[in-house]
């Protein structure tokens, strides 16, 4: 292999002086010193890309070469490399542009780079994308869509142009490989010639930075978009108008991804209308993006109206299928067998699936987790299911284990993560989120890196040198910001859980406000029980939780043993998941020795305190944060304190209708009266609740 | 004298099985039992309803005989009595009325009966209702007015004569004996033929209680109901109009008390439209009224928009006039030079005005104090007042001792309260205004009363053997009950000054909620200052408060020494009148060794706090409270703990901004953002600030 030799001068004159509102992300401009470059000679807008990365950003010795090697190595897999202080190798072009960046960011955060090899835990990295073509974003809080507005919607302008390649740049900063544009609900407008056009300027943006595109598609496109009679996958009309939709869109996108599938679930259309399967469904897809390399993921979020426990159905629907779907295709399975919840065990069909593909799916937006209101830095969610063991092929087969292809043999592995990227200035709404972008890019690279090294990368590459009046030494900024806001980050998840959805309690916010706030009462007449959340919590005046024992919808038996029985036993059954799996006596003795009401309160108190902490703590980080940012997120944790409070004082005064127990003297008082509450959950919305008529 | 024998057996058959919705106020019906009531013989209303309470109340030795003694005695002053266990002795009817509700009341609450004499504190103990022809009610926040109302508003009922009855014994069994039925901002319309028949009918229903009748009057009302072209009060056609009225209202009323004259204040016509000053106007309306025996009561809340320190102005415009009163009228005067506000030092009139008859007015109705939401037991806010030393003719010139004629000869005393009634089945909307209520006339009846043993005796009356299930002794009530309760009273007035106005701040609420919670940014452009909270904050870079100094707007030169030292001097002027005397630099050095800013903090915090233990006081005694009351005492404790946290945030971060010193992590941080909140008191009021869209 020839090499050319690069040398560029690049002189440190971007300053800090540039306002920190958040756009560059990760990625804030520095001073760098002059490198020089030797990569292959060869056309490559991925390399030049890398080049370019190196030359802008190097802060290693001043007059270094680094040496940009591809080469075939087996030690080496997907898109991983090999890192020395010399030199990046790789298989693939991204692979060296992924080394470029960890050795970037190794000299940014100062971490010691030792020689060795880094592969990804998945082949496929991915963003899902919940927009819609008019540019709103479904669950989506930073915003309208980055690509698509409701405007002359295919005009690509250099704006547009310049923030696809800043977003790309983004993820492939994080190793995240492949996105998908359009939300699950998909509109079949997508796949019209017009779209398409625009699908290709938007891969064209994302293509020097190696993210691949995919689409979702609705189901019956052939139908809405073809004007066929059926959108039957077995019906040769039908596959016939598929093969051609793929031939135009890889003609446009020739790298294509792929296409992701909601069918048969939650009202959309799906193969089950015409009597078919899921498998029937994917691999109809499967087979027509096959000549092209291309993926199809298949949702597996399916529940019907009628069933007694929603929880149990993706496993039912999906385990006997266990084996049918090509090869190609990748059964996609959010993290927890209800939808996304602050707290649920792992979905049971992971591991459950041995012959199938199988990805999780996480929601990086916050549906659940406070909207861009409250601070959630979500890896350790993602990092808890990822390592629990699943004992589908004896202990150690975790979640991870049994997706990445280390437990079972697939053929393809990935892992998406719905995005919360939107058009505010800093892309997620909450300076904050913008951590859970990161982490998800960096567990999805390797799933068992800890949430607290990610958290510390993320705030450094994020936070230092961005105050006015810089720290005093690196110590004093490590002791007085660091260590503090990665606790802050680390603890932030469980203390929604606690003021909100505590032991194992799960869907009961409120569906007036989009998911936000409490609404344990939710239930107009009429609505479908299992969109209710008293469905879910089964208060009443006998006890609290759901039981799925196996003496009740016996859920725990999806299990695999020894969970089953931990689980559907209360004295084994891990408080954090108590509700889930039990219906239980309000008095019931819990392993602190509280009842399980007073334990409740607590964990609804506990959570409260908590936030009021991290505002300390936030506080007391003031003159480490540029006043831009440090305002917003005091801000933010203002309201989310107002918020924890209104979900602590909704949920105890709720259950306390049934529990007829008092509020322990330790927990703080209410703030609110529960009318008050009920009534600011009913739209349209109403006065505040503290201040009554 | 001759008396004759009555003997009455009334069995004991009142129960405790009536709903406790508040409406029997103190005077809950309980079980009694027989006696012997020997009174004058004499056909008079009033003997006969101290007969009929003691038949209905009796609680002593069952067969007991009671006398009733009209008899002139010089020890008796005014209303007063002397009692024993066996008689009640009086000078006029109305002191044997009140020896008798005496009587009871030492029964019910197992107070010791000494023989001895009681006078009351003030001739005159009278409530002003604010109360509108067309049944509204000024600061009202217990529903409509018990005397007028919009529809059929001419026709009077069974049931209104039932309620005024009810109103009537309600203050007569407290010593009130005065009502002065209709808002001081008058309207002509109330001396109407129409609204006098009214009148009548009220008075009539009044009159068996001791409760005389006034009215308050327009002063332009012989242009606007009499049709003259002028109200100037040297003008012969007005005197002669004023003259026939009255003359009108007595043949109707003929034990009328007099008028209540808001005049030349606050946009309401009065003599100086004339060029006359306020004594001429009221010795007009008091030279009109003599001949019946009648008072005017003319009040000295006056001040006008251009002057530089609204607090002086009363005292600037009625101390000239000292002296030119005639000695029936008196001149009422509001506990603080400002309105009303949770703390103000005593108006400087007290102790000046030393040839004029002067009256303390005070707000029963908690327009500052929280509406009907708040609990705020009044009482040590008033004997703050009454106690307070003017020093005027010597040390011991109490403001009670200036205004009861102890100080000073005055041919009348007078206290007035502005009534917290109306409509709502329990009188005051918040259960524990009753006791504002029931204070105002113990206070008014002897002015050195402590509030303690008035909360105490209205707890006993009001609570005791309300419970589904009673107290299983007298002392476990008094410890679990109307010990912690009591204090909980005593401090709830403390609580509200801490969390909204501490240290001296005053006027600081919104103006949009009806002076219902934190304003102190509120000043709509054009408005006046005076009207707007920043006019009397002060706050600003340079520090907070309203510099009242010798070198400021010299208000303390009003009072006289050693006041006008001390209170000048920071070092000496206590803590609590800080921020009214004087603007101080946000780290002036408080006695506590911190900074005001983080003294101020501390302040607000410590209400928060404290309201939440009124919470837990309140929760810990629902045994001994009937589930009525004690829920609807509980909720409106939650709703004033999130408005407590309301006023903490809004007021610590408005000043915030001044101070730029970050809060004392000792206190708990913002659940709110000063936008949210000021665009919560922005009008038409949008959704609640702790979710933000």
Request: aromatic share 10%; charged share 15%; glycine share 10%.
């Given at each position: 292999?020839?090499?050319?030799?690069?040398?560029?001068?690049?002189?440190?004159?971007?300053?800090?002086?540039?306002?920190?509102?958040?756009?560059?992300?990760?990625?804030?401009?520095?001073?760098?010193t002059p490198v020089t470059v030797v990569a292959p000679a060869k056309n490559s807008v991925l390399l030049a890309t890398a080049r370019q990365e190196l030359q802008q950003g190097w802060q290693g010795r001043a007059g270094a070469t680094v040496t940009l090697a591809l080469k075939k190595d087996k030690a080496i897999r997907y898109d991983g490399f090999r890192?020395?202080?010399?030199?990046?190798?790789?298989?693939?072009?991204?692979?060296?542009?992924?080394?470029?960046?960890?050795?970037?960011?190794?000299?940014?955060?100062?971490?010691?780079?030792?020689?060795?090899?880094s592969n990804p835990s998945y082949e496929h990295r991915l963003l899902n994308h919940w927009d819609n073509p008019d540019g709103s974003v479904e669950r989506g809080y930073a915003g309208q869509s980055i690509f698509w507005r409701k405007d002359s919607a295919l005009v690509v302008t250099k704006r547009d142009q310049k923030l696809w390649q800043e977003y790309a740049r983004a993820n492939a900063s994080i190793g995240i490989n492949g996105s998908v544009l359009n939300n699950v609900n998909a509109s079949p407008l997508i796949l019209s010639a017009e779209y398409l056009g625009r699908v290709k300027?938007?891969?064209?943006?994302?293509?020097?930075?190696?993210?691949?595109?995919?689409?979702?598609?609705?189901?019956?496109?052939?139908?809405?978009?073809?004007?066929?009679?059926t959108a039957d996958p077995l019906d040769p009309a039908v596959i016939k108008w598929w093969q051609s939709k793929a031939k135009e869109i890889y003609q446009q996108v020739p790298d294509f991804g792929g296409f992701l599938v909601k069918a048969s679930s939650e009202g959309q259309p799906g193969p089950q209308d015409y009597g078919r399967t899921h498998a029937d469904g994917a691999n109809m897809l499967a087979d027509v993006v096959r000549p092209y390399g291309g993926l199809v993921m298949?949702?597996?979020f399916?529940?019907?109206?009628?069933?007694?426990?929603?929880?149990?159905?993706?496993?039912?629907?999906?385990?006997?299928?266990?084996?049918k779907f090509r090869d190609n295709v990748i059964v996609q399975v959010k993290n927890g067998p209800v939808d996304f919840q602050p707290r649920e065990p792992f979905s049971p069909l992971f591991g459950a699936l041995k012959k199938t593909a199988v990805m999780p799916e996480f929601q990086i937006t916050q549906e659940y987790l406070g909207h861009e209101i409250d601070l959630a830095y979500l890896a350790p969610m993602w990092e808890e299911c990822l390592q629990s063991d699943t004992y589908q092929a004896g202990p150690g087969s975790t979640v991870a284990r049994c997706t990445d292809g280390s437990v079972y043999r697939q053929a393809h592995s990935a892992m998406a993560g719905v995005s919360n990227v939107g058009l505010d200035t800093n892309w997620t709404g909450h300076d904050f989120a913008q951590a859970n972008w990161y982490a998800f890019g960096r567990l999805a690279w390797n799933s068992s890196t800890k949430s607290a090294q990610i958290a510390e990368e993320w705030l450094k590459l994020t936070f230092q040198n961005a105050a006015a009046q810089p720290a005093a030494?690196?110590?004093?900024?490590?002791?007085?910001?660091?260590?503090?806001?990665?606790?802050?980050?680390l603890a932030s998840r469980e203390?929604?859980?606690?003021?909100?959805?505590?032991?194992?309690?799960?869907?009961?916010?409120?569906?007036?406000?989009?998911?936000?706030?409490?609404?344990?009462?939710w239930g107009p007449p009429g609505m479908r029980a299992d969109w209710t959340p008293p469905y879910y919590h089964q208060a009443a005046a006998n006890g609290v939780g759901f039981d799925r024992t196996k003496t009740g919808s016996d859920a725990v038996s999806q299990y695999h043993e020894p969970l089953a029985s931990q689980f559907n036993d209360p004295a084994t059954c891990p408080d954090q998941y108590l509700l889930w799996f039990h219906h239980l006596p309000w008095d019931f003795k819990m392993k602190s020795g509280r009842t399980l009401w007073d334990e409740l309160a607590l964990h609804y108190d506990r959570g409260v305190q908590q936030v009021r902490q991290f505002q300390r703590t936030w506080d007391q980080a003031q003159p480490y944060v540029d006043a831009e940012r440090?305002?917003?997120?005091?801000?933010?944790?203002?309201?989310?304190?107002?918020?924890?409070?209104?979900?602590?004082?909704?949920?105890?005064l709720y259950f306390q209708q049934f529990s007829r127990m008092p509020i322990p003297a330790a927990v703080e008082p209410p703030m609110h009266t529960l009318e008050a509450l009920i009534i600011y959950d009913t739209p349209p919305r109403p006065p505040r609740p503290a201040r009554q008529p």
């Open positions: 292999m020839k090499n050319i030799l690069l040398s560029f001068c690049f002189l440190g004159t971007v300053s800090g002086l540039r306002a920190e509102d958040g756009h560059q992300l990760w990625l804030r401009p520095h001073a760098a890192l020395s202080t010399q030199s990046v190798q790789a298989n693939t072009e991204r692979g060296i542009l992924y080394g470029v960046y960890e050795l970037l960011r190794r000299q940014q955060t100062g971490q010691a780079l030792a020689d060795g090899i300027a938007i891969a064209d943006a994302l293509r020097p930075y190696g993210v691949k595109t995919y689409l979702s598609v609705k189901f019956s496109s052939p139908v809405l978009l073809g004007g066929l009679k298949w949702r597996a399916v529940y019907s109206p009628s069933d007694k426990d929603r929880a149990k159905q993706a496993y039912n629907e999906f385990v006997p299928l266990d084996g030494s690196a110590a004093d900024w490590n002791a007085k910001f660091l260590t503090p806001v990665t606790q802050l980050m203390a929604i859980v606690d003021y909100s959805m505590p032991m194992g309690l799960h869907h009961i916010m409120s569906a007036t406000h989009g998911h936000y706030g409490p609404g344990p009462w440090f305002g917003a997120v005091q801000n933010k944790l203002r309201t989310q304190s107002g918020n924890a409070v209104m979900w602590k004082d909704a949920c105890l």
